[in-house]
Protein backbone atom coordinates (compact mmCIF):
# COMPACT_ATOMS: atom_id res chain seq x y z
CA UNK A 1 0.00 0.00 0.00
CA UNK A 2 1.37 3.65 -1.01
CA UNK A 3 2.19 6.48 1.52
CA UNK A 4 -0.87 7.84 -0.76
CA UNK A 5 -3.55 5.68 -0.24
CA UNK A 6 -2.67 5.23 3.66
CA UNK A 7 -2.89 9.25 3.78
CA UNK A 8 -6.22 8.82 2.12
CA UNK A 9 -7.76 5.91 4.59
CA UNK A 10 -6.49 8.04 7.52
CA UNK A 11 -8.45 11.47 6.36
CA UNK A 12 -11.47 9.87 5.63
CA UNK A 13 -11.99 7.94 9.16
CA UNK A 14 -11.55 11.62 10.88
CA UNK A 15 -15.03 12.16 12.21
CA UNK A 16 -15.82 15.64 13.02
CA UNK A 17 -18.29 16.81 15.14
CA UNK A 18 -19.51 20.96 14.93
CA UNK A 19 -21.46 21.67 18.05
CA UNK A 20 -23.06 24.77 18.36
CA UNK A 21 -25.42 26.67 21.30
CA UNK A 22 -28.75 27.77 20.28
CA UNK A 23 -29.22 31.14 19.88
CA UNK A 24 -30.62 33.48 21.73
CA UNK A 25 -33.93 33.94 24.15
CA UNK A 26 -35.97 36.23 25.90
CA UNK A 27 -34.56 34.05 28.98
CA UNK A 28 -30.82 34.55 28.26
CA UNK A 29 -31.66 37.86 27.63
CA UNK A 30 -33.77 38.64 31.27
CA UNK A 31 -31.02 36.20 32.80
CA UNK A 32 -33.84 33.28 33.39
CA UNK A 33 -33.72 29.87 33.66
CA UNK A 34 -34.27 28.01 31.15
CA UNK A 35 -33.49 24.27 30.99
CA UNK A 36 -35.95 22.34 29.40
CA UNK A 37 -38.40 25.50 29.30
CA UNK A 38 -39.51 25.42 25.88
CA UNK A 39 -38.65 28.90 24.88
CA UNK A 40 -38.83 30.32 21.02
CA UNK A 41 -36.04 32.32 19.90
CA UNK A 42 -36.18 36.76 19.82
CA UNK A 43 -35.07 39.31 17.34
CA UNK A 44 -31.92 39.22 18.53
CA UNK A 45 -31.43 35.20 18.22
CA UNK A 46 -33.51 35.44 14.80
CA UNK A 47 -30.64 37.84 13.49
CA UNK A 48 -27.58 35.70 15.08
CA UNK A 49 -29.29 32.96 13.03
CA UNK A 50 -28.95 34.45 9.66
CA UNK A 51 -24.84 35.40 10.79
CA UNK A 52 -24.29 31.19 11.68
CA UNK A 53 -26.26 30.14 8.17
CA UNK A 54 -23.91 31.98 6.25
CA UNK A 55 -20.87 30.74 8.74
CA UNK A 56 -22.38 27.33 7.83
CA UNK A 57 -23.70 27.85 4.12
CA UNK A 58 -20.38 26.30 2.47
CA UNK A 59 -19.39 23.68 4.82
CA UNK A 60 -20.43 20.34 3.94
CA UNK A 61 -21.83 18.16 6.87
CA UNK A 62 -23.59 14.66 6.17
CA UNK A 63 -26.09 15.12 8.89
CA UNK A 64 -27.61 17.87 11.63
CA UNK A 65 -28.85 16.63 14.81
CA UNK A 66 -30.28 19.09 17.28
CA UNK A 67 -32.20 18.69 20.94
CA UNK A 68 -36.11 18.45 20.64
CA UNK A 69 -36.50 21.77 22.35
CA UNK A 70 -37.86 24.79 19.60
CA UNK A 71 -34.64 27.35 19.89
CA UNK A 72 -32.26 24.47 18.99
CA UNK A 73 -34.61 23.27 16.39
CA UNK A 74 -34.42 26.56 15.12
CA UNK A 75 -30.95 27.22 15.20
CA UNK A 76 -30.48 23.38 13.38
CA UNK A 77 -32.14 24.40 10.71
CA UNK A 78 -30.03 27.41 10.08
CA UNK A 79 -27.16 25.35 9.86
CA UNK A 80 -28.93 23.16 7.44
CA UNK A 81 -30.15 26.19 5.18
CA UNK A 82 -30.59 24.87 1.70
CA UNK A 83 -28.44 21.77 2.29
CA UNK A 84 -30.24 18.29 1.16
CA UNK A 85 -29.26 16.54 4.56
CA UNK A 86 -31.01 14.85 7.09
CA UNK A 87 -31.99 16.85 10.24
CA UNK A 88 -32.76 14.62 13.29
CA UNK A 89 -34.32 15.25 17.08
CA UNK A 90 -32.03 13.71 19.60
CA UNK A 91 -33.42 13.68 23.52
CA UNK A 92 -29.73 12.90 24.44
CA UNK A 93 -28.25 16.81 23.33
CA UNK A 94 -31.60 18.45 25.47
CA UNK A 95 -30.62 20.91 28.18
CA UNK A 96 -29.91 19.94 32.12
CA UNK A 97 -33.50 20.15 33.71
CA UNK A 98 -33.74 22.60 36.31
CA UNK A 99 -36.61 21.52 38.00
CA UNK A 100 -37.99 23.83 40.39
CA UNK A 101 -35.61 26.86 39.46
CA UNK A 102 -36.87 27.13 35.95
CA UNK A 103 -39.00 30.36 35.09
CA UNK A 104 -36.87 31.99 37.61
CA UNK A 105 -34.16 34.84 37.01
CA UNK A 106 -30.97 33.55 38.75
CA UNK A 107 -31.33 36.26 41.66
CA UNK A 108 -34.65 34.69 42.29
CA UNK A 109 -33.22 31.37 42.63
CA UNK A 110 -30.19 32.76 44.35
CA UNK A 111 -32.37 34.43 47.07
CA UNK A 112 -35.16 31.63 47.35
CA UNK A 113 -32.64 28.83 47.61
CA UNK A 114 -29.23 30.82 48.92
CA UNK A 115 -27.21 27.84 48.33
CA UNK A 116 -27.84 28.17 44.82
CA UNK A 117 -25.56 30.70 44.59
CA UNK A 118 -22.44 28.51 45.80
CA UNK A 119 -23.00 25.62 44.04
CA UNK A 120 -23.80 27.34 40.40
CA UNK A 121 -20.58 29.59 41.13
CA UNK A 122 -18.18 27.19 42.62
CA UNK A 123 -19.48 23.67 43.05
CA UNK A 124 -21.45 23.09 40.24
CA UNK A 125 -21.31 19.26 40.26
CA UNK A 126 -23.23 19.37 43.36
CA UNK A 127 -26.35 20.59 41.36
CA UNK A 128 -29.17 18.49 41.65
CA UNK A 129 -32.35 20.29 41.67
CA UNK A 130 -35.89 18.80 43.06
CA UNK A 131 -37.98 17.31 39.70
CA UNK A 132 -34.46 18.04 38.33
CA UNK A 133 -31.39 16.61 36.40
CA UNK A 134 -28.16 16.31 38.46
CA UNK A 135 -25.29 17.89 36.84
CA UNK A 136 -23.10 14.40 37.62
CA UNK A 137 -25.88 12.77 35.12
CA UNK A 138 -25.93 15.85 32.99
CA UNK A 139 -22.15 15.14 32.85
CA UNK A 140 -22.18 11.67 31.65
CA UNK A 141 -25.36 11.44 29.64
CA UNK A 142 -23.72 14.35 27.29
CA UNK A 143 -20.73 12.68 27.00
CA UNK A 144 -22.31 9.10 25.96
CA UNK A 145 -24.57 10.73 23.32
CA UNK A 146 -21.72 12.66 21.67
CA UNK A 147 -19.55 9.41 21.88
CA UNK A 148 -22.07 7.34 20.51
CA UNK A 149 -22.97 9.43 17.92
CA UNK A 150 -19.60 9.88 17.01
CA UNK A 151 -19.13 5.81 16.63
CA UNK A 152 -22.66 5.67 14.93
CA UNK A 153 -21.75 8.29 12.00
CA UNK A 154 -18.27 7.40 11.67
CA UNK A 155 -15.73 8.95 9.49
CA UNK A 156 -18.82 11.97 8.89
CA UNK A 157 -19.13 15.49 9.20
CA UNK A 158 -22.33 16.37 11.49
CA UNK A 159 -23.93 19.37 13.65
CA UNK A 160 -25.04 19.63 16.80
CA UNK A 161 -27.70 21.90 17.73
CA UNK A 162 -27.92 22.07 21.83
CA UNK A 163 -27.58 24.39 24.59
CA UNK A 164 -24.79 26.17 26.72
CA UNK A 165 -24.61 23.95 29.55
CA UNK A 166 -24.50 20.58 27.38
CA UNK A 167 -21.50 21.95 25.71
CA UNK A 168 -19.70 23.22 29.00
CA UNK A 169 -20.30 19.86 30.29
CA UNK A 170 -18.86 18.34 26.99
CA UNK A 171 -16.15 20.73 26.92
CA UNK A 172 -14.89 19.76 30.64
CA UNK A 173 -15.08 16.36 30.00
CA UNK A 174 -13.01 16.69 26.84
CA UNK A 175 -10.39 19.44 28.32
CA UNK A 176 -10.60 18.69 31.93
CA UNK A 177 -11.99 14.81 32.53
CA UNK A 178 -13.22 16.00 35.95
CA UNK A 179 -16.88 17.39 36.61
CA UNK A 180 -14.97 19.28 39.54
CA UNK A 181 -12.83 21.61 36.82
CA UNK A 182 -16.22 22.55 35.75
CA UNK A 183 -16.26 26.21 37.07
CA UNK A 184 -13.30 26.47 34.92
CA UNK A 185 -15.21 25.85 31.70
CA UNK A 186 -16.60 29.31 30.17
CA UNK A 187 -19.41 29.45 28.76
CA UNK A 188 -19.84 30.51 25.18
CA UNK A 189 -21.84 33.12 23.63
CA UNK A 190 -25.17 32.05 21.24
CA UNK A 191 -24.77 30.43 18.45
CA UNK A 192 -21.16 29.65 19.48
CA UNK A 193 -19.61 26.98 17.69
CA UNK A 194 -16.99 24.17 18.85
CA UNK A 195 -15.34 21.63 16.39
CA UNK A 196 -14.68 18.24 17.64
CA UNK A 197 -12.84 15.51 15.73
CA UNK A 198 -12.67 12.46 16.53
CA UNK A 199 -9.49 9.68 14.91
CA UNK A 200 -10.30 5.92 13.88
CA UNK A 201 -9.95 5.04 17.50
CA UNK A 202 -12.67 7.06 18.70
CA UNK A 203 -9.93 9.69 20.48
CA UNK A 204 -11.52 12.93 20.48
CA UNK A 205 -9.14 16.21 19.94
CA UNK A 206 -10.87 19.96 20.73
CA UNK A 207 -9.75 21.99 17.19
CA UNK A 208 -11.14 25.06 18.67
CA UNK A 209 -14.13 26.02 20.77
CA UNK A 210 -16.61 29.23 21.69
CA UNK A 211 -16.18 30.54 18.71
CA UNK A 212 -18.20 33.00 17.55
CA UNK A 213 -16.25 35.36 15.14
CA UNK A 214 -19.42 34.92 12.45
CA UNK A 215 -21.25 37.35 14.60
CA UNK A 216 -20.45 41.06 15.08
CA UNK A 217 -20.58 43.34 17.71
CA UNK A 218 -24.24 44.17 17.64
CA UNK A 219 -25.02 40.48 17.49
CA UNK A 220 -23.19 38.77 20.75
CA UNK A 221 -25.42 38.61 23.48
CA UNK A 222 -24.21 40.16 26.90
CA UNK A 223 -25.78 37.26 29.27
CA UNK A 224 -23.42 34.40 27.98
CA UNK A 225 -22.16 33.75 31.64
CA UNK A 226 -24.54 34.53 34.34
CA UNK A 227 -23.03 36.56 37.53
CA UNK A 228 -24.95 36.08 40.99
CA UNK A 229 -24.24 39.51 43.06
Known sequence: MTLLVIYFILVISVTR???????????????????????????LGAKQLEALSKRFKNVEL???????????????????GDKNIPLVICD??????????????????????????????????RFAPEKGE???????????????????????????ATHGGVLRCLLCKLMKDDIKK?????????????????DDSMTPSIIYYNDASHLPVSLKNKNAKVPLK
Not at 17 to 43: L, W
Not at 98 to 125: A, L
Not at 135 to 159: C, F, P, S
Open 17 to 43: IYVVRHCETDANANKIFQGHTDNDVNE
Open 182 to 198: LPEIPFGLNTAVSLIEF
Open 134 to 160: SMVHAYHRIWETVLQLARDNKGETLAL
Open 62 to 80: DKVLTSPLTRTQRTAKAIV
Open 92 to 125: GLIELNGGVYEGKTYEEIGTEYPQFRVIWQSEPW
